[in-house]
C-alpha cells in the first residue's frame, strides 16, 4: 500500500476542482512516467524476510540433495572457498569437502538429514546463517548444524561455513 501511494504522489499534483490552472501534462506521458515510478520502486531491494526466506529455501534444497543421495546437487551449493568445520578437522576449500563429504554419499541411504530452525540475514541480505537439529536414521537428534551462506551475483546462496555439535550424552548432561 505504502508503496502504490509513493506512485501517486510522485506522480505529481492533479488538477482539483477551482484550482489554478496549471501548465496541460499529457495524459498518455503522466501515465507513462507512473510505470516508471512503479516499475523503479517494485525494483527496489526485497525485504529481509524475503532473503531470510531465501536462505531458509536453499538450506531445505541442499538437505534434501543430500537425503536424495545427489551428490552432484549437494556440491554445487558449496562455495568455492568453502570451510567446512568436520569433529577433527577442517576442511579448506570446495574440492576437499567434495572429497570429505563424498564418503556420506556411498551408503543408499542418508547416514543423518537436518532441518533449518533458525535463520538470519544481515541487514544487506547478502549474508545468510541457518542452524537447526540434525538427525540419525531413526530420527533421533544427534547434533545441531550451523551454516553461512553467501549470497552469489545471479541472486543464489553458496554455503560458505558449515559445522556442528554433537548432542551431548545423558551422563554429560547430568553433570
Not at 507513462?32 to 526485497?46: D, G, M, S, T, Y
Not at 579448506?92 to 564418503?103: D, N, R
Request: contains cysteine; proline residues 6%.
Amino acid at each position: 500500500m505504502k508503496r502504490l501511494g509513493l506512485v501517486f504522489m510522485l506522480g505529481g499534483p492533479t488538477q482539483g476542482v477551482g484550482s489554478p490552472a496549471a501548465p496541460a501534462m499529457n495524459c498518455s506521458s503522466s501515465r507513462r512516467r507512473n510505470l516508471c515510478l512503479l516499475l523503479l520502486v517494485l525494483a527496489l531491494p526485497v525485504s529481509a524476510a524475503d532473503r531470510v526466506e531465501e536462505v531458509r529455501a536453499t538450506e531445505i534444497a541442499f538437505a534434501k540433495a543430500f537425503a536424495d543421495r545427489d551428490a552432484k546437487k549437494f556440491f554445487l551449493y558449496l562455495a568455492d572457498d568453502a570451510q567446512f568445520l568436520g569433529r577433527r578437522n577442517t576442511m579448506h576449500g570446495k574440492q576437499e569437502v567434495i572429497a570429505g563429504w563424498s564418503e556420506f554419499f556411498k551408503p543408499s541411504v542418508a547416514p543423518f538429514r537436518w532441518q533449518p530452525e533458525r535463520v538470519v540475514t544481515n541487514a544487506t541480505g547478502d549474508l545468510g546463517f541457518s542452524s537447526g537439529p540434525v538427525f540419525d536414521e531413526a530420527g533421533a537428534q544427534i547434533g545441531t548444524f550451523t551454516s553461512t551462506w553467501v549470497r552469489q551475483p545471479d541472486g543464489s546462496w553458496k554455503i560458505l561455513f558449515d559445522g556442528g555439535s554433537a548432542c551431548p550424552t545423558r551422563t554429560q548432561s547430568a553433570q
